[in-house]
């Protein structure tokens, strides 16, 4: 009996040290396999359809299914990343040949009424003119190169888009098989097996659609009014507004606020003005009033857990972490509901 718990404890120990060194050697590229997932999971009732007008050609199917999601995503995201590469190269040689994109905001000709103010207090001119240089090149700098950094296609990003790719045919194609083999080895039981996946199949279509519905509606929204009031670039800030509405509530504000106080600020009164109201009573009442209905609804987690998670996930887990920490958010709130049940029941049970 002592002789079988040995080998039992063994053979345990065994399966945990060997799981964690498979995952460990593969951890570079866990990404692309979470990623796999989640685009099956969001374009799998695309796959059905499919599917069923191929009911004996799986692997077509699946083909299909993948081509469709190059048009889909693939296609738009390289068309309108080789557009922000290019506008961020125009606006960074703009800002930085010797100060013609300062002359042009109209930045240069403050400077001097502001050192008129300031020379009291020992700042010229000639020092406020080059710390707004300086600024303004470093900015400029440091977001072309965070851009170009992002569109240059490294070894380990193709190969992490390949593996997506690879592993997305077999999880159109094998989703019902693989999905039956992961829950037949989960000791939860089938309830809760079943409860967890729903979960997670939940939030993962929730978050994924509604966040970039909602990011593509700001971006284009700010990214048009940019355009309207002439502000140069309008497509890099439209995608950087995008990028950074993945953060409820603050996101694209970060963008527009600063940019209307600078065109009012330089004279630009009426554009300033229109940028403020717009991103007023458009560009965030978008967050305000579709956040909770496609993601906290669909997600069934309240609005605070979706922001604390959302920012913790980007924090942990890079870009991925928009998707990444919502999921671990409503897993926890999960288990701890199947926990208060079972504990409920119990104590039912022993009363």
Known sequence: MQFGRVQQSFFFGLLIVTTGLFLWMLRDYLMPVFWAIVITIVFYPLHLKIAARLPHRPSLASLLSIATVILIVVIPLSVIGSMVVQESLSAYQ????????????????????IAGYLEPYGLSKETLTTKLQEWAAAGSQALSSSLLSLSQFTFSFVVGVAITFYLLFFFFRDAKTLLETLLHYLPLGNAYERRLLNRFTETTRAVVKGTLAIALLQGFLGGLTFWLTGVSSPVLWGVVMAFLAILPAIGPALVWVPAGIILIWTGSIWEGVTILVVGSLLVSVVDEFLR???????????????????????????????????????????????????????LQNNN
């Open 94 to 113: 703009k800002i930085t040949s010797e100060g013609s994109g300062l002359d042009n905001l109209g930045l240069l000709e403050r400077a001097e009424t």
């Open 292 to 346: 909770p209905i496609l993601v906290g609804r669909g997600s069934k987690m309240p609005d605070a857990i979706i922001l604390l998670s959302t920012i913790g996930g980007l924090a942990t887990f890079g870009i991925s972490g928009f998707v990444v920490g919502p999921i671990i958010a409503a897993f926890f709130l999960s288990l701890w509901i199947m926990f208060e049940e079972k504990y409920r029941q119990e």
